[in-house]
Structures are given as structure tokens and as C-alpha cells.
């Protein structure tokens, strides 16, 4: 069973930069991989943020941005707002299927 | 402007099927370029896919290997819509359950969310 890994949580302060990860268990997360990106906060429906590596749609806010770090899939927040503070996850494709990571859940403080 | 309506049973008795159809509006389930997908999350298994139908030419089916014996998903042209079938359920399918349309790697629109409970 393909797993994906995300850091279960992150603290950050305001105005300040943080990267999420998204790691797969069969290898290197690659472009191939369609890498998406969600937000999601408390009784709402995941916001989608990213796909495929890095692409966004326009009201998604200049901070957030989305690339392949070290193997990995990768969400960076630069010049967090209080507002960030939410679950974090990925979806990868494996060739027919999606796998969801576990989520990071994101702290501001 | 894509919007996703959900509706099915919040309540659903143990061995029995979990249905729910998603209906389309601002796009056509038989789009070429669009996927139409089943997720769920529960606290102790997150967020996770379990399939989708699409139409290239003719109808495709995927399934998450986690449910691949007992899910079917079907589109429904004439009322624009797609459906979920979950046979055989257990408390550990208790979750809220979401239709979402993928769209060139872009799951862009979400349906507003189903919470369905497994019990007797």
C-alpha cells in the first residue's frame, strides 16, 4: 500500500517562512506525481491551493507556493498571516490512483 | 461557474450500502478534460480518495485498493450527476463524504460535504 508522509505539525511565527513536505513511500515525488496542495480549517471543505508541482489558481495568495524539494513535493508560506494557521495536505497520483498524505497541521504563533 | 450538490442519507445501517449522488451544474459529467471523484474523511483515517469515472471516448473507472471490492461509481448523463456505491458497511466508513471534479491535475471544485454514519 503506497503511503504518503506529511510532518504532522509546524509552528511559525508571523511574517515568518515555512515549508511543508510531501514524501512518497516508493520513491522520489516527481513532476509525474501531479503534486496538489489543500488548505483546510476547522468544519469547512479542503480549499485547494496548488497543483501539479506549483501551478495556482489566481485568488490563491502570492505566499503560498509550491515546488519539488529533495525528492519530495513541497508547499513553502512565505510571510505567514494568522490566517494560515490551519490542516495542510497533499494528494499525489500514482497512475490511475490519488493518495492523500496525513496532513500537517500548521500552528501560527 | 462549476458548483457540486451532494445528497444522499446521513444514516446508514451496518452490511448495508452507503449511496450518494453528486450533482453537476456548470459542466458536463461526460467532459472530456474533467474526472469525477469520491473522498472521505474521518478522524482516524483523514483524507482519503476512494475513486473516480471519467469519460474519454467511453467511461473509466479507479479505485483506491482500500475499497476496491466494494465501491462502484457511475455517471449519470441524462441528470448530469455522478453516484457513489459503498456496499457492505461498517463503522469504520463513518466519515464525511465529498464529490469533487479533477480537472487537468486541478481539484478545484468540491461538493459542500455529506456526513454519514454507520449504526444500527
Known amino acids: 500500500q503506497t503511503v504518503v508522509t506529511q510532518e504532522p505539525s509546524l509552528t511559525v511565527s508571523p511574517g515568518g517562512t515555512v515549508t511543508l513536505t510531501c514524501a512518497s513511500s516508493t520513491g522520489a515525488v516527481t513532476s509525474g506525481y501531479y503534486p496538489n496542495w489543500f488548505q483546510q480549517k476547522p468544519g469547512q471543505a479542503p480549499r485547494a491551493l496548488i497543483y501539479?508541482?506549483?501551478n495556482k489558481n489566481s485568488w490563491i495568495p502570492a505566499r503560498f507556493s509550491g515546488s519539488l524539494l529533495g525528492g519530495k513535493a513541497a508547499l513553502t508560506l512565505s510571510g505567514v498571516q494568522p490566517e494560515d494557521e490551519a490542516e495542510y495536505y497533499c494528494l499525489l497520483y500514482f497512475g490511475g490512483v490519488w493518495v492523500f498524505g496525513g496532513g500537517t497541521k500548521l500552528t501560527v504563533l | 461557474q462549476v458548483q457540486l450538490q451532494q445528497s444522499g442519507p446521513g444514516l446508514v445501517k451496518p452490511s448495508q450500502t452507503l449511496s450518494l449522488t453528486c450533482a453537476i451544474s456548470?459542466?458536463?459529467?461526460?467532459?472530456?478534460?474533467?474526472?469525477w471523484n469520491w473522498i472521505r474523511q474521518s478522524p482516524s483515517r483523514g483524507l482519503e480518495w476512494l475513486g473516480r469515472t471519467y469519460y474519454r471516448s467511453k467511461w473509466y473507472n479507479d479505485y483506491a485498493v482500500s475499497v476496491k471490492s466494494r465501491i462502484t461509481i457511475k455517471a449519470d448523463t441524462s441528470k448530469n450527476q455522478f453516484s457513489l456505491q459503498l456496499n457492505s458497511v461498517t463503522p469504520e466508513d463513518t466519515a464525511v463524504y465529498y464529490c469533487?471534479?479533477?480537472?487537468?491535475?486541478?481539484?478545484?471544485?468540491w461538493g459542500q460535504g455529506t456526513l454519514v454514519t454507520v449504526s444500527s
Open positions: 456548470g459542466d458536463s459529467v461526460s467532459s472530456n478534460s474533467a474526472a
Open positions: 469533487a471534479r479533477d480537472q487537468n491535475w486541478d481539484f478545484l471544485h
Open positions: 501539479s508541482t506549483s
